[in-house]
């Protein structure tokens, strides 16, 4: 309650601050992610009436782009959120990185053979601990590969079970591990449209804890298309979890639907569709 409070006797000052910022560098228009600083930025484009475009990456809009988005151009939605629609509110996806093609160098990176069934294990930058503690004893005697990206919190406290399972913090090109798998085992954030982007089934299970519970809804988002399988945390254990992956990277014809499904989701043009939407309400599309 003290930082919130603290937080909010800065954002004043902190507008007063964006304001002469914008009038210094006069831009054609803003473009804000969500969160605090967006936030102050956000407010201080509608007080220079300088054209303001948002972006949501999650299926459930942020405090930052619920209060600003009444004021915004254009709202770019990596999900559709009901009640949000055209022409303020339009689906554009979320900009990810592009996806890697080369499956064979990708597997060389990662020392997995060619003919090697693999699984990938993520829980972000930081890790999430009770995936990293689950998948340990769940794929400790696994007949396929694991590469684990357990992050680097929790990288100290873990030990490689066995060989086949490659134990990392965190690695560059996110996009390459994921093509390197066969599946994916992961939280439930912007990871997904990267998992999407890549064509990679997932078994999902989403942070419990994120704010208003946007993780859920963007499992839900992949589990209804049929790309991935979600566990809800407090259920998740070594047993269900080496249950559920085996049962899938088992079923080729199950994996290949799942691929297929996910593959379905990407929506590789994000990033140009968001560009666009930015140059056209700061009215300079014409000079490219």
Request: glycine content about 10%; some cysteine; charged content about 20%.
């Given at each position: 309650?003290?930082?919130?409070?603290?937080?909010?006797?800065?954002?004043?000052?902190?507008?007063?601050?964006?304001?002469?910022?914008?009038?210094?560098?006069?831009?054609?228009?803003?473009?804000?992610g969500g969160g605090y600083i967006a936030g102050v930025v956000?407010?201080?484009?509608?007080?220079?009436?300088?054209?303001?475009?948002?972006?949501?990456?999650?299926?459930?809009?942020?405090?930052?782009?619920?209060?600003?988005?009444?004021?915004?151009?254009?709202?770019?939605?990596?999900?559709?959120?009901?009640?949000?629609?055209?022409?303020?509110?339009?689906?554009?996806?979320?900009?990810?990185?592009?996806?890697?093609?080369?499956?064979?160098?990708?597997?060389?990176?990662?020392?997995?053979?060619?003919?090697?069934?693999?699984?990938?294990?993520?829980?972000?930058?930081?890790?999430?601990?009770?995936?990293?503690?689950?998948?340990?004893?769940?794929?400790?005697?696994?007949?396929?590969?694991?590469?684990?990206?357990?992050?680097?919190?929790?990288?100290?406290?873990?030990?490689?079970?066995?060989?086949?399972?490659?134990?990392?913090?965190?690695?560059?090109?996110?996009?390459?591990?994921?093509?390197?798998?066969?599946?994916?085992?992961?939280?439930?954030?912007?990871?997904?449209?990267?998992?999407?982007?890549?064509?990679?089934?997932?078994?999902?299970?989403?942070?419990?804890?994120?704010?208003?519970?946007?993780?859920?809804?963007?499992?839900?988002?992949?589990?209804?298309?049929?790309?991935?399988?979600?566990?809800?945390?407090?259920?998740?254990?070594?047993?269900?979890?080496?249950?559920?992956?085996?049962?899938?990277?088992?079923?080729?014809?199950r994996l290949e639907r799942m691929r297929c499904a996910s593959?379905?989701?990407?929506?590789?043009?994000?990033?140009?569709?968001?560009?666009?939407?930015?140059?056209?309400?700061?009215?300079?599309?014409?000079?490219?």
């Amino acid at each position: 309650m003290l930082d919130a409070f603290r937080a909010a006797l800065l954002v004043p000052a902190a507008v007063i601050e964006a304001v002469k910022i914008i009038r210094e560098l006069n831009p054609d228009a803003v473009m804000g992610g969500g969160g605090y600083i967006a936030g102050v930025v956000g407010l201080a484009a509608v007080l220079t009436r300088t054209p303001l475009v948002l972006t949501e990456a999650d299926s459930h809009l942020g405090l930052s782009n619920r209060w600003l988005g009444r004021f915004a151009k254009r709202v770019c939605l990596a999900f559709p959120i009901e009640g949000r629609v055209p022409p303020r509110w339009i689906v554009t996806g979320r900009p990810v990185p592009t996806p890697f093609t080369d499956r064979e160098a990708a597997r060389r990176r990662f020392g997995i053979a060619d003919s090697a069934k693999c699984v990938l294990v993520t829980g972000g930058s930081l890790g999430a601990r009770s995936i990293n503690e689950a998948a340990i004893e769940a794929f400790a005697r696994a007949d396929f590969d694991v590469l684990h990206l357990a992050g680097e919190r929790d990288l100290p406290d873990l030990e490689v079970p066995r060989s086949g399972y490659r134990l990392e913090g965190y690695v560059d090109d996110f996009g390459e591990a994921v093509l390197a798998c066969d599946i994916a085992v992961a939280r439930a954030g912007g990871s997904v449209f990267e998992l999407a982007a890549q064509g990679c089934p997932a078994v999902l299970v989403p942070y419990p804890h994120a704010a208003g519970d946007h993780q859920r809804g963007n499992a839900e988002w992949m589990r209804k298309a049929g790309a991935a399988v979600v566990i809800e945390d407090g259920e998740l254990t070594p047993t269900l979890l080496a249950e559920t992956v085996t049962a899938i990277i088992d079923d080729p014809e199950r994996l290949e639907r799942m691929r297929c499904a996910s593959s379905g989701l990407a929506l590789p043009g994000a990033a140009a569709s968001v560009a666009a939407e930015i140059l056209a309400v700061g009215g300079v599309g014409s000079r490219g």
